[in-house]
């Protein structure tokens, strides 16, 4: 299994970016997928995360701001950020998980992308 994350680049505060993740090897609709980030000196968290039957969780930190969504046709997730604050820079990263629910902890993950950079400056 391949995930593919991209879309990750600098961005100016109260700006958006979109992540996308594109897997291969495995189709990810009978996966839970998510969304986590490591950002300088800190932990990988948890960001945003669906299940296969298409549930969503949010971390407190980006409810209300993030978006995640999954497109199984393309076999695809996305992240949509809007109103970027500079505590949002990290390396993103999306991973695939085998459960029935929300996966919201790393080591619950089977699958990880090799991340992508956000940077939102003030």
């Known amino acids: 299994v391949q995930l593919q994350a991209s879309g990750g680049g600098l961005v100016q505060a109260g700006g958006s970016l979109r992540l996308s993740c594109a897997a291969s090897?495995?189709?990810?609709?009978?996966?839970?997928m998510g969304w986590f980030r490591q950002a300088p000196g800190k932990e990988r968290e948890f960001v945003a995360g669906i299940s296969w039957s298409e549930n969503i969780l949010y971390a407190d930190s980006v409810k209300g701001r993030f978006t995640i969504s999954r497109d199984n046709a393309k076999n695809t997730v996305y992240l949509q950020m809007n109103s970027l604050k500079p505590e949002d820079t990290a390396v993103y990263y999306c991973?695939?998980?085998?459960?029935?629910?929300?996966?919201?902890?790393?080591?619950?993950?089977?699958?990880w992308g090799k991340g992508t950079l956000v940077t939102v400056s003030s």
């Open positions: 090897g495995r189709a990810i609709s009978s996966y839970a």
């Open positions: 991973a695939m998980g085998v459960g029935s629910g929300v996966i919201t902890i790393t080591y619950g993950m089977d699958y």
